[in-house]
C-alpha cells in the first residue's frame, strides 16, 4: 500500500504541474490578446468542485475539480469540451476568441504545447545542471551483452559489443525513448564487434513486433562489473578505512570476489559483521579490515562504463534543450510501433505510467519522469484530432489557408467526436491496465 500511494502521489503531482502550465499557456496568451478567460481549472468539475475561487474585480474563476483528466480554461467564445452553445448563439463580442484573427486564436491554440515544451526543457537543463548528462557509449561495454532469444534469432550472440545503428554510435543514456535498445531495433544494421571483428547485423522489418509479441526484451549487461572504486562518501566506513579511487576490492574474507555482483552478495552476507576486504592499489596487494553497517553498506560507488558530463548554469540549458529534442525525436520514433496489433496490446493508461515512477521518492526521477511527460503532452496534444489542441488548429490553418471559416455548427460535431475518440481511447488505456492486473 505504501508503495501504490507514493507512486499515486508523484504521479498525481506530476500531471498537476504539466496541467497547469499547460493550461497557464492557453491563458497568458488568451490575456495578452484581451480575450475573457471565464474559467482556469485543474481537473474537470462537472456538477460540482472540490475548489472553486474568483478573485474580486475579475473575470476569471480559479479552481480544482474532482475529475483528474487534466483540466482546463473556459475561453469565451470559443467551442471546447464545456459545450456551452448558449454564448455561441449570441451576438459575437470584442473580448471573445471567435471575435479576434486567425493568427491570434492560432497562438492561444499552440500555446499549451509551447509552454509544455519549455516546462521539458528547463527540467531537462536543471537535472543536468544538478545531476550532470549520465551516459554508456556501448562500445565501452568491453564484456559485450546478454541478449534475448529474439535477439539471438535476428543474428545477435552473447558477447557481441554494440557499437554502431546505421553507422552512429549505440550510446546508452537509460531513458524509457533514448537507450541502447531503442537505437539498435529501429535501424536498419547494426555493427557489433564480436571475437575482435566488426560484423554487420541486418536487421529483421518486424523486429520491434517481435520484441513486443516475445516479451523478452533484447538485452542486458552481463554481470561482470569489476568492484574498481570511483567515488568514497565522506565519512562513511570506506572514507575511515582509506579507500581510495581506483581501488580494486578483490575479495571478503579471504573468498575471491571477481564481479562487484559477488562483492555485494558477500557484503550482504556479512551485515554488521567486521570484514576483511582484499584489494590491490596501483598493483600491489593490500589487505583492510572494516565493519559493516547493518545494511551491509561500505560507502562508495563503483567506476562503471557511464560518463558524466558536467554543466555550469548557463551551459546547462542548450544541453537540457538538447536532452528535450533527443526525448522528442525518440517518442515520436516509438509513436508509430502504436499502430500495430502488438503496440495496441501494450497500450496503458494512468496505471502504466504510475508505474514509471519509482517505489521511493527521488527527486531527480520524479522531475526527468515529469520533463518526459511534458514532452509526450505536447506531442499528444498537436496531433489534429478534434477535441485535442491540435484539432482546433487543424481547423485554424484551414481558415488561414483558404480564408473561410468552418461553421460553428461544424465546430460542435468535429469537437463531440473528438471527445468521443477520446474517451474511447481513455477506457481502452486503462482497460488494458486491468487487464494486466488481473491476468499477470
Known sequence: METFLIKALQLILSLSILVIVHEFGHY??????????????LFFDPW????????????????VGWLPLGGYVKIAGMIDESMDKEQMAQPVKP????????????????????????????IYSMIVF??????????NVKQGMEFSETAERAGFKDGDILLYADGKDIIDRGDIVDNFASQVIDAETVTVMRNGKEVNIAMPEDFVQQLMRDKK???????????????VQKGSEADRIGLQKGDSLVSVNGVATPTFEAFRNALQENKGD???????????????????????????????FAQTDRYSFFGSFPAGIKFGLRTLKGYVAQFK?????????????????GNLFPKKWNWFAFWKMTAFLSVILAFMNILPIPGLDGGHVMFLVYEVVTGR?????????AQITGMVILFGLLLYANGMDIVRAVFK
Do not use: C
Open 337 to 353: 510501433h502504436i499502430f500495430t496489433k502488438e503496440g495496441a496490446k501494450s497500450l496503458g493508461g494512468f496505471g502504466t505510467i
Open 28 to 41: 497568458i496568451f488568451a490575456r495578452l490578446f484581451k480575450i475573457k478567460v471565464e474559467k482556469f481549472y
Open 405 to 413: 471559416k468552418p461553421s460553428d455548427k461544424f465546430m460542435e460535431y
Open 48 to 63: 460540482f468542485a472540490l475548489f472553486r475561487y474568483k478573485p474580486k474585480n475579475s473575470e476569471t474563476e480559479y479552481g
Open 217 to 231: 526484451g533484447f538485452a542486458n549487461y552481463k554481470n561482470e562489473i569489476p568492484t574498481v572504486v570511483n567515488d
Open 130 to 139: 544538478r545531476w550532470g548528462d549520465t551516459y554508456v557509449p556501448m562500445k
Open 274 to 304: 567486521e570484514i576483511a576486504l582484499g584489494l590491490y592499489r596501483n598493483g600491489q596487494r593490500e589487505d583492510l579490515t572494516a565493519k559493516l553497517d547493518t545494511a551491509g553498506v561500505l560507502g562508495f560507488t563503483i567506476a562503471t
Open 95 to 122: 473580448w471573445e476568441f471567435r471575435a479576434k484573427p486567425a493568427w491570434q486564436r492560432l497562438l492561444v491554440m499552440v500555446a499549451g504545447v509551447i509552454f509544455n515544451l519549455l516546462l521539458a526543457f528547463f
